[in-house]
């Protein structure tokens, strides 16, 4: 009989005292230094990289403490990795002239990407309605694949939340709200651009995404003829008509060259008209007083002249 004692693998001794703490600590994420020039954006990330105000602050603070929050990035079969969470954070270390920044490594499949992603950017206050749409877009696609794989949106009670009532819940947003900033994706990006811009108020903007994309292209040009945007009233006759059918350009130009009863009972001065009348060191509230002062003696006046 032969011996089976070749196919026995020995421990080593490193193995054998080494301790469940030991073992544990191998198993940890660890923080590592990696040349920026390594890391890739994360795919159709939502999240603008504006060299704005806070990006200098941000500049200022690396360039003083360094990179106190490490960035979260995925290895990359094509080489490199791919970064998850700090795209700010990185453009901060070039502007500053740094070579590397600190990150922690993570084996994450792409839904697990994109949560993580979002969840570490949505907190943020300064966020731009497009921004916000295309990530809760990107999370709820995630919550619905992850839900349709292992269930993860059921409780330990075995209550089971659909992924948009998951989602609305984690963001601290109603369920309707969550999926009217859903509806921006599907705008043009002129119209989205104007939204970001607060050019085009919200509300509107939901009602003009159920327009086709022609149409939608057809509204940028009666909004330029009447230099104008839809009111919410104008914005949900223009979807009435577009589900109806009846959209056509004169339809359009009808709706839009409406006079809105804001504008109605609204008179609106340029304050660069107004400023050729006052001294430079106006405030805008010191003109306002002396505008309406103005007026008063104007009035009197005018009823002077009746009496006579």
């Known amino acids: 009989m032969k011996s089976s004692a070749k196919n026995i693998v020995l421990k080593s001794v490193d193995d054998i005292f080494q301790t469940e703490e030991n073992r544990a600590d191998a198993q940890r994420e660890r923080v590592q230094e990696i040349p920026l020039d390594q890391l890739k954006p994360f795919k159709n990330h939502p999240f603008k990289v504006r060299d704005d105000q806070r990006m200098l602050d941000t500049v200022d603070s690396i360039r003083e403490y360094g990179v106190l929050v490490p960035a979260i990035a ?25 070579q590397t920044m600190p990150v922690i490594i993570r084996d994450l499949d ?7 992603m979002v969840d570490s950017n949505i907190q943020r206050e300064e966020l731009l309605p497009s921004e916000r749409a295309f990530a809760y877009k990107m999370k709820l696609e995630a919550l619905k694949h992850q ?13 089971k939340l659909r992924a948009d009532e998951l989602l609305a819940q984690q963001a601290g947003e109603s369920r309707n709200q969550v ?17 970001d811009e607060r050019k085009l108020a919200f509300n509107p903007a939901v009602e003009v995404s ?4 022609d149409e939608q292209r057809m509204l940028l040009e009666a909004m330029d003829a009447e230099q104008t945007t839809p ?16 959209l056509t350009e004169e339809a359009m130009s009808a709706i839009m060259s409406e006079e809105k009863k804001s504008e109605m009972d609204k008179v609106t ?17 010191q003109m306002g007083q002396t505008i309406i002062k103005l007026l008063d003696v104007w009035q009197k ?8």
């Open 74 to 98: 995925r290895p990359d079969p094509e080489g490199g990795y791919e970064l998850i969470s700090g795209h700010r954070r990185k453009r901060g270390c070039e502007m500053a002239g740094l």
């Open 110 to 116: 792409d839904d697990a990407a994109v949560l993580v």
């Open 147 to 159: 839900g349709a794989r292992s269930d993860l949106t059921s409780s330990q009670l075995g209550t």
């Open 179 to 195: 999926q009217r900033f859903i509806r921006l994706t599907e705008l043009i990006s002129e119209l989205l651009d104007m939204v």
């Open 210 to 213: 159920y327009l086709k994309r």
């Open 231 to 246: 009111s919410l009233s104008q914005a949900q006759r223009l979807k009435k008509f577009s589900q109806e059918g009846r």
């Open 269 to 285: 001065l340029r304050s660069d008209t107004l400023r050729r009348y006052f001294p430079k060191s106006y405030t805008p509230k």
């Open 301 to 308: 006046q005018r009823q002077k002249n009746q009496e006579r």
